[in-house]
């Protein structure tokens, strides 16, 4: 494949393959040189529309681990804030030699329509575009997963089949719930979303999952519970529930978490809003994978940069890492 759009896209080899490289990416940050000259002399141009502090970062230091130059690319301070369209920034970054642009949009589908336009040559990859999907962020879900609940460094097997995953808040404007769905449908996993019903998407009913509206009745049997932020700069007020409300009915605080199954995981995609969906008991609990989805990140990013751009050469060999 040249571009990584939509976790939709992913077949379920093509999902292992990239959880598979992740494995190896992250034994790279072990070694006393974490960095691979896989990538160099190609460019990344990390190319952001809205806000990001994790998926912009991580993009960037996978890139640089690669050894791939990077430019970072904000719409603040840049000419679209004169009214420059995606198409001519695009091809200001083509005549740049971008081999793959990274790119979080505010609209559902930029991403596709940079990929395919012909407005560029190189690799597109999706940071987050709208309400539509998030597809690097699920897969480091799903890696974090795999690590805390099957066991793949006890060589206890990658699969995630019949797993409950339990994925609770702003259905509605995540587009992490929507990657994430897709993602472990695809993996073999089962997927239960929790949220008031105003913050349910219409159509649910054809996504492969479960719909509830009550998060106490699916508590104990969740082997993962993934807070989701209420995006309340995406809604209108009418649709939003009090917070105090909120919290009490869909927030998850020390008394909820102690009736999860013990080997169960607390996730969130960030940023978090403390006292909102997740108490600070919570967030700061060693049973949140937050930060540990954040370092998973560069590894996920570092896979994907690696198989679109650099696939014909050996992803890591053994040793000190300087060589491939
Ligand atoms: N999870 C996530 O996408 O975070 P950022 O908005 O900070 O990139």
Redesign the pocket.
Known sequence: KRHLISAADLTRDDAVLILDTAEEMARVADRPIKKLPTLRGRTVVNLFF?????????FEAAAKRLSADVINFSAKGSSVSKGESLKDTALTLEAMGADAVVI?HHDSGAPHRLATSGWIGGSVVN??DGTHE?PT?ALLDAFTMRRRLVGVDAGLGHDLAGRRITIVGDILHSR?ARSNVHLLHTLGAEVTLVAPPTLVPIGVERWPCEVSYDLDAVLAKSDAVMMLRVQRERMNAAFFPTEREYARRYGLNGDRMARMPEHAIVMH???MNRGMEITAEVADSPRCTAVE?VAN?VSIRMAVLYLLLGGNEPAVTAGNGTST
């Open positions: 809205e806000d990001s502090t994790r998926t912009r970062i991580s979080r940071a987050g998030h962020q992490v995609p960030g940023p989805q990140g």
